[in-house]
């Protein structure tokens, strides 16, 4: 084969190809349980879980730098309100307490996301959220970064398992 690449690269690139191309094949068909929410729900949950590995990776660049205050600070700023989640899985009503006035019909994604979320699915969520608060909590409390780093891996956990069972398509 006259090419400007080797043999071995030109492998290399074939091999590298074909690992692009099984990771770009639609989804269907991946066995991941799927979950139908409207469109809108299903972009906002996407921007939310941007936002949430954004916070997270920042909360892990001050964890790398120790600095416990900036941790607090974080993890206080970005954790929603735990009420919500925690009555999203129990199936009780939204509190004052856990509503997001910044979203137009609020209480509305608050009732469409109990319908068309799996009981699973929201016990995960509570999980994390759960978590995120135990990072919050210990670096109030002066904790040292380790205890917080070893939350931050069960909260990365929680967001795997999720990703591996689930995925959500428009309803």
């Known amino acids: 084969m006259n090419s400007p690449f080797g043999m071995k690269s030109w492998r290399l690139f074939l091999a590298l190809a074909a690992v692009f191309f099984a990771f770009a094949l639609p989804a269907r068909g991946d066995g991941r349980i799927v979950v139908k929410v409207p469109q809108a729900d299903r972009e906002l949950l996407q921007k939310d879980m941007v936002r949430f590995m954004e916070q997270q990776h920042a909360l892990i660049d001050a964890l790398a730098a120790r600095d416990m205050k900036r941790v607090e600070t974080l993890a206080r700023s970005a954790r929603p309100p735990l009420a919500r989640i925690r009555a999203l899985a129990s199936g009780k009503p939204l509190p004052l307490e856990g509503r ?72």
């Open 100 to 171: 997001l006035p910044q979203i137009k019909g609020d209480e509305a994604l608050f009732l469409r996301m109990r319908k068309n979320l799996p009981p699973p699915f929201l016990n995960m969520l509570l999980g994390m959220r759960e978590t995120w608060a135990k990072i919050e909590n210990d670096a109030s409390q002066g904790k040292d970064a380790e205890q917080a780093l070893k939350h931050m891996s069960a909260l990365q956990g929680h967001c795997v398992a999720c990703h591996k069972l689930y995925r959500t398509e428009d309803r």
